[in-house]
């Protein structure tokens, strides 16, 4: 069977060998034109004039388009036509889109774009939370309010109490490739789009309404991203409808791609947040009640700022199993580049909220962090089915497992918390009957050493005032679905040839983490066949309709569900060919080893093909799969809006020079709940990648506007993204050895977001390094850069 093999990367080769095509590397038809949008210089205001004579005048300018010379829609947004493609007379944030260029070139149409003469009248731009909250400048009527009992009342009653409000800055998505696209027109009114996007019924549906003609008039087809992080979710729309509206005017095929900078200041980011807590536990360390405020900087445009600040909500319990809770979040409109789609799309910002409570609270309680954790977790999954409602022990590891021969932290005399009235549910109603993390994180406290490694730290910093170490553990759950029901459903189409080869499409798309690749395992398995026998072949809508975008962690459970029922249909219409000309049941009929058996008979599977074909079966089905279980009001607040949720931990050290702030990470261990997974090297990967990313948004990754709305970090030079010699000193990553509860396919789980919070530890671990230096707990913004560290480092030193 291929699947659980940890092959490599189906690409691999091409990648390494840079013979790899991307939209940029497609041959292009000869006479073929450029693109490039002239941008706003301001971030709020209204456009009294424009002089565009020396655009139209510059080299190998062909035509400039302005929205007044749109054909027919001029809207590219994901949500609630509020994007425009071209400004209709305002503009919003400074990069936004005001003109096209179509050129002979690349460069001729960037030259010519920077030649725009526009006379605005200039507005006070709206840039911070205070600012967006004294205008009341809002997504949705007022605050969105998930609760479960009073936490209010609870947090009043507590023993201890802690409150504290941080800064969470957002992220650049600093894909490899940038934003790419290139249309070109066909007969009638046909339009082919290559478009570098991780949604192309998207693309698809956007481009048609552009052109005023219908869905079925318009191909999209993405063979690869050079990544795309939730970047090119809804970003790539711009460009995609830009070449098809210039490629309909001219005739010509057109392309366009953004150069760093400017898809650095054009696009957008992961959301900001502001969080503000208040949270209370018992002398034991137990969570009696939470109350959060999330201020979302959203930007200028909806976008998908809603479903992020949904789901910030609905991770805001973490992996902890909270009595009363209050999560409120709001969603600010400001002038400043649309925040949209990145991995864990929301997810993140709510796990720090929750995490930095727990890490204030172990500080002020002299717990140690992964103690009071583990007091607070849900229930373990096997006990779920017997608990009733009533006085049961709660957040301790298995009860069945001898704790004190596994170098864990003891917990023997812990004390217990009864379970709440409401049982072992979220903040939204879901109950957890799968959680991972009590043996998860004993396994990880045991191979990583921690209690010996977390006491060699103590006497480190007791010893050295300069040089400071830290360690700390932090714990995923995270939600596996789309929040908007609808989108879990994934389409198939597999051709078997008479040679036995496979031909294979699905509606997902490729973006370096081996989507391909796991599909094509699955199905290999299915048909019994080798892997080299398998070929996947661009996404392409004329292919399979009506796909949902590659994001939420859906692409392997959904379109490998697809491929697997379309394999089966295939495979069973030989199965009961060859039983019927054999005399057998076709439920005898086996598909192992590259053959087909059938009572003695024994073919290889292209005889069987091939005797398939000859008797008139098809060899070429659909397939369709969607999500079930899955059940969520939004408005309310509650039901279940994931199908199963992906566990994993970490645990990270760190050493910091406390007179610069200078820090570096030592060593990482990481334990991580792929179910059974269908690839360990490309989850494996998936993970260490995935831990990087999260640690260089919590601590080198700034994102810096100025008072006018500029960007002023929008390139290399300014922002930092980890490096080669920014990853852990050791990097120690396993798999959980576990299946998938719920029948997903070969019983895996989604490894695309969830490892994204595990470099939280990172950003935990730096707090612990700093509150070594002092009394006081460090209480620092997000991302902790050097500055930071050494402004915390100074606030612990005074005591405050």
């Known amino acids: 069977?291929?699947?659980?093999?940890?092959?490599?990367?189906?690409?691999?080769?091409?990648?390494?060998?840079?013979?790899?095509?991307?939209?940029?590397?497609?041959?292009?038809?000869?006479?073929?034109?450029?693109?490039?949008?002239?941008?706003?210089?301001?971030?709020?205001?209204?456009?009294?004039?424009?002089?565009?004579?020396?655009?139209?005048?510059?080299?190998?300018?062909?035509?400039?388009?302005?929205?007044?010379?749109?054909?027919?829609?001029?809207d590219v947004s994901p949500s609630i036509h509020d994007e425009p493609l071209l400004s209709d007379g305002t503009v919003h944030y400074i990069g936004q889109p005001v003109f096209m260029v179509v050129a002979t070139s690349h460069l001729a149409a960037r030259k010519a774009a920077h030649l725009g003469k526009i006379d605005y009248a200039e507005e006070t731009p709206i840039l911070t939370v205070e600012e967006a909250l004294a205008a009341d400048s809002r997504f949705e009527n007022g605050p969105r309010i998930y609760a479960k009992g009073d936490a209010d009342a609870a947090i009043a009653g507590a023993a201890h109490v802690i409150e504290g409000s941080f800064e969470l800055g957002g992220q650049e998505h600093f894909y490899l490739e940038g934003q790419a696209a290139l249309a070109v027109p066909n007969e009638g009114a046909d339009m082919l789009v290559h478009s570098s996007t991780q949604h192309p019924t998207e693309i698809q549906h956007k481009v048609a309404d552009a052109l005023g003609v219908p869905m079925h008039a318009v191909r999209v087809e993405t063979r690869r991203m050079g990544g795309g992080f939730g970047g090119k979710e809804s970003q790539g729309n711009a460009l995609a409808v830009a070449c098809a509206v210039a490629a309909r005017a001219t005739g010509k095929a057109c392309k366009m791609r953004y150069d760093r900078d400017d898809d650095m200041i054009i696009t957008g980011k992961r959301h900001a947040f502001r969080i503000a807590y208040k949270a209370g536990f018992d002398e034991n360390g137990h969570i009696q009640g939470v109350s959060f405020h999330h201020y979302a900087i959203c930007g200028w445009a909806q976008d998908l700022s809603l479903p992020v600040a949904d789901r910030a909500m609905l991770h805001s319990d973490n992996a902890y199993l909270l009595p009363n809770a209050r999560i409120e979040s709001h969603r600010l409109k400001t002038n400043t580049q649309s925040a949209t789609a990145y991995r864990g799309f929301g997810g993140p910002q709510g796990m720090v909220g929750i995490e930095r409570v727990m890490d204030h609270a172990a500080y002020e309680l002299g717990l140690d962090p992964v103690e009071l954790r583990r007091r607070n977790y849900y229930e373990p999954a096997h006990k779920v089915a017997e608990v009733e409602p009533t006085e049961k022990p709660l957040g301790h590891p298995d009860p069945h497992e001898d704790l004190t021969s596994r170098g864990a932290v003891d917990m023997g005399d812990a004390p217990v918390r009864p379970l709440p009235t409401g049982g072992n549910t979220t903040p939204y109603g879901m109950e957890v009957s799968d959680f991972e993390l009590h043996g998860l994180t004993e396994a990880l406290l045991k191979s990583s050493n921690y209690v010996a490694r977390k006491a060699a730290i103590q006497k480190w910093n007791a010893e050295n005032s300069v040089i400071k170490k830290g360690i700390a553990f932090s714990p995923v759950k995270f939600g596996i679905s789309f929040t908007l029901t609808h989108l879990n459903q994934a389409g198939a189409l597999v051709h078997v040839y008479q040679d036995g080869s496979v031909h294979l499409n699905h509606g997902g798309t490729e973006m370096g983490q081996g989507l391909f690749q796991k599909v094509a395992q699955v199905a290999a398995s299915r048909f019994g066949i080798p892997l080299d026998m398998v070929k996947i072949t661009a996404t392409d809508t004329a292919k399979v309709p009506n796909t949902s975008a590659t994001a939420a962690s859906s692409g392997s459970?959904?379109?490998?569900?697809?491929?697997?029922?379309?394999?089966?249909?295939?495979?069973?219409?030989?199965?009961?060919?060859?039983?019927?000309?054999?005399?057998?049941?076709?439920?005898?009929?086996?598909?192992?080893?590259?053959?087909?058996?059938?009572?003695?008979?024994?073919?290889?599977?292209?005889?069987?093909?091939?005797?398939?074909?000859?008797?008139?079966?098809?060899?070429?089905?659909?397939?369709?799969?969607?999500?079930?279980?899955?059940?969520?009001?939004?408005?309310?607040?509650?039901?279940?809006?994931?199908?199963?949720?992906?566990?994993?931990?970490?645990?990270?050290?760190?050493?910091?020079?406390?007179?610069?702030?200078?820090?570096?990470?030592?060593?990482?261990?990481?334990?991580?709940?792929?179910?059974?997974?269908?690839?360990?090297?490309?989850?494996?990967?998936?993970?260490?990648?995935?831990?990087?990313?999260?640690?260089?948004?919590?601590?080198?990754?700034?994102?810096?506007?100025?008072?006018?709305?500029?960007?002023?970090?929008?390139?290399?030079?300014?922002?930092?993204?980890p490096a080669c010699s920014d990853r852990p000193d050791i990097f120690n990553v396993a798999l959980w050895d576990g299946e998938n509860r719920e029948d997903t396919i070969y019983r895996s789980k989604a490894v695309g977001e969830p490892p994204f919070m595990l470099g939280i530890s990172a950003w935990l671990a730096l707090s612990n390094a700093v509150a070594a230096c002092g009394d006081g707990y460090p209480a620092m913004d997000a991302p902790t850069t050097a500055e930071e560290i050494w402004h915390g480092v100074q606030r612990v030193k005074g005591g405050t």
């Open 557 to 721: 459970d959904l379109n490998g569900m697809a491929v697997k029922a379309a394999c089966d249909t295939i495979r069973d219409r030989i199965a009961d060919y060859l039983a019927e000309r054999h005399q057998a049941d076709p439920s005898t009929v086996t598909f192992s080893d590259g053959h087909v058996s059938v009572g003695e008979e024994r073919y290889t599977f292209a005889e069987a093909a091939a005797l398939a074909y000859q008797g008139r079966i098809s060899l070429s089905a659909t397939g369709f799969y969607k999500t079930p279980k899955i059940e969520w009001d939004r408005i309310a607040g509650r039901g279940r809006p994931f199908f199963y949720f992906a566990y994993g931990a970490s645990i990270t050290e760190v050493a910091v020079d406390t007179l610069t702030g200078e820090n570096r990470i030592l060593r990482t261990d990481i334990l991580h709940d792929a179910g059974a997974s269908l690839n360990p090297a490309l989850d494996i990967g998936q993970v260490e990648g995935g831990y990087v990313q999260g640690a260089g948004w919590l601590t080198t990754e700034e994102l810096v506007w100025d008072g006018k709305g500029n960007l002023r970090t929008h390139a290399p030079s300014t922002y930092k993204i």
């Open 1 to 74: 069977m291929s699947v659980t093999k940890p092959l490599p990367h189906d690409a691999a080769p091409l990648h390494v060998s840079g013979s790899a095509r991307y939209v940029d590397d497609i041959p292009t038809p000869k006479g073929s034109l450029h693109l490039a949008f002239g941008l706003s210089p301001i971030a709020k205001g209204k456009i009294n004039a424009m002089d565009l004579s020396a655009v139209k005048a510059a080299d190998g300018v062909v035509m400039v388009m302005t929205a007044k010379d749109l054909p027919f829609a001029n």
